[in-house]
């Protein structure tokens, strides 16, 4: 069993930054794609960002230009630095794991909330 744990969230003034680390129980070195997502109230959750083992990023295009997604292998772990944050970034946000054989592994979420 992969755990991961979230870690970094809390309270941010719009405009100010964030960086939500997410580690991994396991080597992360040959997962196919870890992301970050997010869940805000009353509303789906969404992907975020993610990263492939070769270290491909994608973003949701409300975040391009604000977050940004990376990986540290040594460490086992995931990172979501968020810039230049608005209130409509207020979530819980939840790392992921994906690996090829199609097994996924969830964290438990960490709040973000963007507020003066």
């Known amino acids: 069993q992969v755990q991961l744990v979230e870690s970094g969230g809390g309270l941010v003034q719009p405009g100010g930054s964030l960086r939500l680390s997410c580690v991994v129980s396991?080597?992360?070195?040959?997962?196919?794609?870890m992301g970050w997502y997010r869940q805000a109230p009353g509303k789906q959750r969404e992907l975020v960002a993610n990263?492939?083992?070769?270290?491909?990023?994608n973003y949701t295009d409300s975040v391009k230009g604000r977050f940004a997604i990376s990986r540290d292998n040594a460490k086992n772990t995931v990172y979501l630095q968020m810039n230049n944050a608005k209130p409509e970034d207020t979530a819980a946000y939840y790392c992921?794991?994906?690996?090829?054989?199609?097994?996924?592994?969830w964290g438990k979420g960490i709040l973000v909330t963007v507020s003066s």
């Open positions: 992921a794991v994906h690996y090829n054989s199609g097994l996924n592994y």
């Open positions: 396991s080597t992360i070195c040959c997962i196919a794609r």
């Open positions: 990263i492939t083992s070769a270290g491909s990023t």
